[in-house]
């Protein structure tokens, strides 16, 4: 059953990390929690593809957090 997977709340549509938020508590409640689930799943970043952004990928959470837009191609964007 992949109904979780497909609804708007699953892990293919939840714009969670991707909304801006509106104060920097807010900030650093998400980012506290990003750091949760990385350390949970030993990551030290998390990549978020097909997601629009003014100007090339946008990084947050001191580098945990990426957003990668839907045209940026794998060369522009340099993990390590």
């Not at 030290?44 to 837009?69: D, F, N, S, Y």
Request: aromatic fraction near 4%.
């Amino acid at each position: 059953d992949n109904t979780l997977a497909l609804s708007g709340d699953g892990p293919l549509w939840n714009r969670f990390w991707s909304t801006p938020r509106e104060s920097a508590e807010e900030e650093r409640a998400v980012c506290d929690e990003l750091g949760a689930v990385l350390a949970k799943v030993g990551a030290r970043r998390m990549v978020i593809g097909h997601t629009i952004q003014e100007r090339g990928m946008a990084t947050r959470c001191g580098g945990g957090l990426h957003l990668k837009p839907p045209a940026l191609g794998r060369r522009h964007c340099r993990y390590e």
